[in-house]
Each structure stands twice: as structure tokens, then as C-alpha cells.
């Protein structure tokens, strides 16, 4: 999914960015507009939808009853996806996931693991036997870079939009609902983009397909760090992944508050 | 909890495997294991077994992913069914995937891949046992056969992790901490500049936690860029 740019493109956005601007006239630490709709699908158990700048993300969550996994066997489970569908960029291909959609569905998959935010016990019907099996499908429907942050956002949105449909008797009657899904924690992503010396927040595509290396920060709402990942073929000095740790926090607050 | 869970990781300040908090498990690297491969090294780094073998630069295919300006590095991580208790299914799974990726961008900072345009430098990673901590392993084995093929590089690239068990910040995890501990840490590092690579985390580290953790894990990656350079020294002499 490597969209050609041209030499004169990414001198000139790196030069910007090296007088301390960037291309759309943003902060380094500033985030574009975000709006946040929750509910919006019917038929899912929760969904929302999350434009970041250009960038659309559509979250559903849809619940089934299945076993357990072996080794945790009174744990619900919780499948986390993303569909870089060919419709959201002229890079996407149809077929198989890319690494890259697969990065994204495990690193955001990640966050909310780790943080704990889904109450995985509390999803447990019978021991050994039956438990709530939540599959969380993120949509991308426009690509305008960033979408670690923005299918984060989307996820937790939906997460907390879920409601849980009523079991009963070995059946699953999604046109009842018992109650909203136990989500007792908001963990955000923060992404960050090195080019050249400089580092900017909430990168769009453009800044995306010149960057030198991305750092993501996923913390929950104690603050606490739960997920990072590295990309991009470049390098962070020590001391820069120290700071952007804390100036995730901060970032991942602002962020907490749109929901 | 998870079914096998310890009750403690750490008593009398060892850990279940008899080691120190800041302790690395083994290490033991050889360069240039494989006699087809234009440059292998195999490691067993505790429990676990993994070979490398890097091929190029060579023709591309497909086409399509040829650059005018530069070599693609390409790497496939690999586990072998038999490599887990429980066989994994053979092929690649959106671990491996992830793997791959993140494999890929550790190595690419230090390869000079311009040097070698409209080619492919292929890195095959195979863990034939697994004991927690392979993609680290898995890395600092490819940069050693990269070297053996004679890649040009501006260095070596050494990953080691780091984790949190019992509240404890502790180097390089084996399976159990890896399994039911409660931090994580991969890193990786250019030694000369101590420019990272590599970093990725899962569990729950304080702002102060992350930092103990990430210094001891570069620390661990200089121990392992020593065995890397011994292996080195050892198959093609020199290094005084």
C-alpha cells in the first residue's frame, strides 16, 4: 500500500516541518477536528463512526455465544479486525488483510486488552461452556493517515455503545437487551511521526507517507502505558520516546474527553 | 487469572528459572550455519532455537515491488509447527504478520539499501523452538546473517526485552513471565548511537516503571550486541 510521492513533496514537507510547520497549518501537538457518532448502525449491538480530519474510521461491535478459550475458561473473548477495504484509498487492494491492516487491528487490539477495559469475566455465562464472544470490526472508509488513533477512538466509541443482547434457554435474542456491555476503561492511542528532526502529532496521509518513524502510545485513563508500537524504517533516540511517553498522557486525556 | 498462573514469579530475588532480576538467559550465537544461504547465523538464546538466513541481493519478485532508487528488504518470520506445545498450524498467522513487519523496520534503519537498486535482500526467520521472546531473537539472529552475506549495514541491530513480573522490573522474560506476567517490552537499538529500532509493549507500566524497564532492556541489547560480535570474530577472526 505505498503510494509514490515525489521527491519535491517530501522535501517540502519536511523542510516545513524543520521551520516548525506543517502542511495543513496544524501544531506538532495538535490533533485535526475530531467528531465522534455512536449508535448509528442498527443492526450491530454498538457501533460508532469517527471522522479525524479526512480520515473515517466505522466501528461494530457484534456479540455471539461461544466456548471459552482453555485456558481461560470463564473469560468472554474479544476479536479485534480491520478492513483496509479498497474503497477508502487507491492503495488499498482487495483479498487477504495487508501486514499493515493487520498492524493496526493488533496494536489497537492490544490497548484494550491490556488495559482491561472490557471486563472479560463478567462476559462469562457457563463456566467451561458458554461465554460472550465480542467481535469488534473497524471499518476504514477514508484513508487520510493516522489510523491507529482514530480506529482507537472508533473502537472505544463502539465499546461503549454496545448493549448486550438477552440469552436465554441457548439462544441469543438480539431484539432484547439486558444492559450495556461492562467496558470500565477508556485507553487511547496517541501517534507520533518523526521527520527529518521534528515530531508531529496526528499525522495526515501526507505526512504519513514521508515519515522517518512512527511511535504509537496507548495509555489508560490512570495514565498508565499499556501499548506502543514502533514503525516506519527510521529511528527515535531514547530520549525523544521518554518525552513522547509523557506527552502521550496529556494527548490521550484530550482525546478520553470526546467521548 | 489464567489457568497455570504461579503464585509468585520471583522468591528470595530469584526468578523461577534461577535467575537475577537483571540477568539474560544464555546466549549462544554461530554465524554462518547454512551452506545454500548467501549468510545464516542460528541462536539459542534460553529455550529457545531459531535459525536465520538472509538471500540478495537478488532478482525481485514479484516485479511490482522492485525500487528504482533502492534494494526491498523483505523479511518472513516463521515458527515451525513443532515449535510450541501446542503444534501451530503451519503458514503465516497475524502474529507472524506482525512479526514480519516489525522485524523488517528494526533491520531497515542500519541496511543500505541504496546501494543495491531494482534488487531484494531476503531475511527467513525460523523458530524451531520457542521459549518466549523470539521476535527479539528472531532480529538479533537476521542482523548477524545479514552480516554474514556481506550486506553492507551501518551496524549490527541487537533487540532484548524487558517485562514486569511481581511488580518487578525484569530482563529478558522466559514463557511463564511472558505468559501470565504483566508487561512486556521489546526493544532494539543501534549500539554506537543508541537509536532505537524496535519498540513495541503490551501489559501496564507507571510513566517511572516504563522507564526502568526500557533503560534495562538497551542495557540487555548491549550485552547481546557483544555475543553478536564474538559470533562474528569467531567465524571471520579480527576484531582487535
Redesign the interface.
Known sequence: MEDIISEVERDYIASLIAEGKRIDGRGFDEYRPIEIETGIYQKADGSAKVTMGNTLVAAGVKLIVGEPY????SSGVLTTSAELIPLAAPTFEKGP?S??A??V??VID?VI???GAVDFDALCITEKEAVWIAFLDLHILDYDGNLFDCGTLAAIAALLNTQMPKYEDEMVIYEEKTGPLPVRDKPMETTFVKIGKGIVLDPNLNEEQVLDAR?TIGT?QD????????????????EE??EL??KS?EKAKELRKLL | MKVGQPEKFIIDGKRLDGRAVDELRPLKIKAGVLKRADGSAYLEWGGNKVIAACYGPREVHPKHMMRPDRAVLRTYYNMAPFSVIDRKRPGPDRRSQEISLVTRQALEPVVLTNLYPRTAIDIFIEILQAQAGTRCTGITAASVALADAGIPMKSLVPACAAGKVDGEIVLDLFDIEDNFGSADLPVAIIPKTGEVTLLQMDGNLKGDEFERAFKLAVEGCYQVYEKQKEALIEKYGGGD
Open positions: 482453555s485456558d481461560t475458561p488483510p501486514q499493515e493487520i498492524e487491528a493488533r492490544r486488552r491490556e488495559s511511535l489508560n495514565g498508565d502505558i499499556c501499548a506502543m508500537q514502533k514503525g516506519g524504517p527510521g529511528t527515535f533516540t531514547q520516546i521518554l511517553v509523557n498522557k
